[in-house]
């Protein structure tokens, strides 16, 4: 009988920044408390790469966001220059792929190294993102956040060495308040900037406005976003504030109102459902995975009147918001990052073994 090849364990190493923006609870760096691998941190090699010829630095496909730079260019390089000498038998786990990966993936010695990235972004987004998807195409695997971008992503790589493994959610923070306290006129928060749908937003406001309906609206948003949602009918707006409070937005809803123009996974929607709060949003990329029939009201993109009318609904219908908030928390508890992390630690022993069925 042959004997087994016993592969020596493989050192996982998680490179990412904490997004500014990001509450403390929020994120998907929040995935490294819960799989088997340790933040990268600065080493020689980082240093070396920070003293690389600037002849190197512009041979760097373009990207018209200037995510990669500053820190993530000598990063990526260092990645590079150890993979090139040493068999350290090491998987690099790039967990914002748009924003950290562009070198190393591409390049061809590498020993028993592995690379893989974590892809948040929409297919739209990407196609414009990096005209050159030779760093994907050099990736050992691909994550995805939601099933519709397996499809794209097999353009550049073998189908089966792309994976999804859904965003996930903290949901011992992001959890309903003991007390079902909502406000007492129907509420609706909007959270955010990035691929919102705000001119919808705008528009459906205003539509529930003339319609007469009691609603009011509470948008969290940028200091320097405020501008777009000023003089909105019954809206307040509020910018700089705690994660307790933002945590008190969400529980005091009686629903997320949040129109998107794209979507993968949203931190957004994942925190208002684990926060016991049912979902108004787009049926558009990765929303109906990830918020079930149960669990909230969508409507097509563009459709103010859709919106407006799921809004209505919530209005009139208290026994509506408490199912639609009690079926959110179950379904944001299938996305708890204990979930998500062992579903992770599944791809890195795939992709350790070579095998990716």
């Not at 088997?36 to 990207?63: I, N, T, Y």
């Not at 639609?324 to 022993?349: D, I």
Request: glycine letters at 6%.
């Amino acid at each position: 009988m042959p004997m087994r090849k016993i592969l020596p364990p493989m050192d996982v190493r998680l490179i990412y920044n904490h997004i500014d923006h990001h509450a403390a609870h929020s994120g998907y760096d929040q995935l490294a408390k819960y799989v088997e691998g340790r933040p990268w941190q600065p080493d020689l090699w980082f240093k070396l790469a920070k003293q690389a010829p600037k002849r190197w630095l512009e041979s760097v496909p373009s990207d018209p966001t200037n995510w990669y730079w500053g820190q993530a260019y000598p990063r990526d390089l260092s990645i590079c220059l150890r993979n090139a000498l040493l068999p350290a038998h090491t998987l690099y786990h790039f967990l914002y792929a748009e924003n950290d990966v562009r070198r190393c993936s591409r390049w061809r010695w590498r020993w028993n190294n592995r690379i893989v990235a974590s892809f948040h972004q929409p297919p739209e987004f990407l196609d414009k993102h990096v005209e050159d998807k030779g760093y994907i195409r050099g990736l050992d695997a691909a994550v995805v956040m939601a099933d519709f971008q397996i499809d794209y992503m097999a353009r550049f790589l073998p189908r089966n060495r792309v994976f999804c493994v859904p965003h996930g959610v903290d949901i011992d923070y992001w959890q309903p308040a003991p007390a079902n306290d909502r406000w007492p006129v129907p509420t609706f928060v909007f959270v955010g900037f990035w691929l919102r749908d705000v001119d919808m937003a705008k528009a459906t406001i205003r539509r529930v406005a003339e319609l007469g309906l009691p609603a009011r609206f509470r948008i969290v948003t940028f200091p320097d976003r405020r501008q777009h949602f000023e003089g909105l009918p019954q809206t307040e707006l509020l910018s700089s504030i705690s994660d307790e409070q933002l945590r008190e937005e969400y529980r005091k809803a009686h629903a997320l109102f949040l129109p998107l123009k794209l979507s993968t996974a949203n931190n957004v929607v994942l925190e208002a459902m684990s926060c016991g709060t049912g979902v108004l949003s787009t049926r558009i990329g990765g929303v109906p995975e990830y918020v079930s029939a149960d669990a909230g009201l969508l409507f097509e993109p563009g459709d103010i009147e859709g919106a407006a009318a799921a809004v209505r609904r919530i209005c009139e219908n208290r026994d509506l918001v408490n199912s639609l908030g009690k079926a959110a928390r179950q379904r944001a508890e299938t996305y708890s990052w204990q979930r998500m992390g062992a579903l992770q630690n599944e791809v890195y022993k795939k992709v350790l073994r070579g095998r990716y069925e």
